[in-house]
């Protein structure tokens, strides 16, 4: 089982350059996030998915767009990378099953991207 | 509204003795409430969770959480710790209604185990 995917592992970035990060999962889930995550301030949430071609904003949404074209794929794209946005980038998904079980249920996560710009 | 606060940052304990990770919550709704671990350079795996049954949960490796109302807490404890057990620990909060039904996260606690 793949679970949850997220492409590149690691990337080094110039000031001013863009890129896109890829999350992949093969649960058919129907939430997706993005979170940021810096030293001693845990998880960030920066944007998120409640189905295929929705999206909305979190905590953190500055300086980031997201799209989810297709139910399997939430991406994450720095039109112009700060070194404000150095930091580890985690995706997860969650399933939705009844409104009152959903909660219940844990968010299953990649394994990370570590960005770095300079 | 619903935020979480992990009370220490880094934790230091020896090898072979209880482990304890404090986590206070605030939801405006009957939360669930999860604990995930993360060794370095990995991804976040998950210990345990609370969803309104038993308020003493057990975990994965030996860990368990009891959730309080009262206090609003969901400490994390163990009573060995092993080195394994090296790695940062997150509490989390879920409520529904949460705008996106997301998942809040407090900071982090380190854990250190020494031989």
């Known amino acids: 089982n793949a679970g949850v995917t997220q492409t590149p592992k690691f990337r080094v970035l110039k000031t001013g350059q863009s890129m896109t990060l890829l999350c992949a999962q093969d649960?058919?889930?129907?939430?997706m996030y993005w979170y940021r995550q810096d030293p001693g301030m845990g998880l960030r949430l920066i944007h998120y998915s409640v189905g295929e071609g929705t999206t909305a904003k979190g905590e953190v949404p500055d300086g980031y767009n997201v799209s989810r074209l297709k139910k399997q794929n939430f991406l994450l794209g720095l039109e112009s990378a700060a070194p404000s946005q150095t930091s580890v980038y985690f995706c997860a998904s969650r399933p939705q099953r009844t409104a009152d079980h959903f909660t219940r249920t844990e968010a299953f996560f990649g394994q990370g991207t570590r960005l770095t710009v300079v | 509204a619903q935020s979480v606060t992990q009370l220490d940052s880094h934790v230091s304990v020896s090898e072979g003795t209880p482990v304890l990770l404090r986590c206070n919550y605030s939801?405006?709704?009957?939360?669930?409430l999860f604990w995930y671990v993360q060794h370095p350079n990995k991804g976040l795996q998950l210990l345990l969770k609370?969803?309104?049954?038993?308020?003493l949960v057990k975990g994965i490796n030996g860990f368990e959480a009891e959730f309080k109302k009262s206090e609003t807490s969901f400490h994390l404890t163990k009573p060995s710790a092993h080195m394994s057990d090296a790695a940062e620990y997150f509490c989390?909060?879920?409520?529904?209604?949460?705008?996106?039904?997301?998942?809040?996260f407090g900071g982090g606690t380190r854990v250190l185990v020494k031989p």
């Open positions: 609370y969803t309104s049954a038993a308020t």
């Open positions: 649960m058919n889930h129907e939430y």
């Open positions: 989390v909060v879920s409520a529904f209604k949460a705008a996106g039904n997301k998942l809040t």
């Open positions: 939801s405006s709704y009957s939360p669930s």
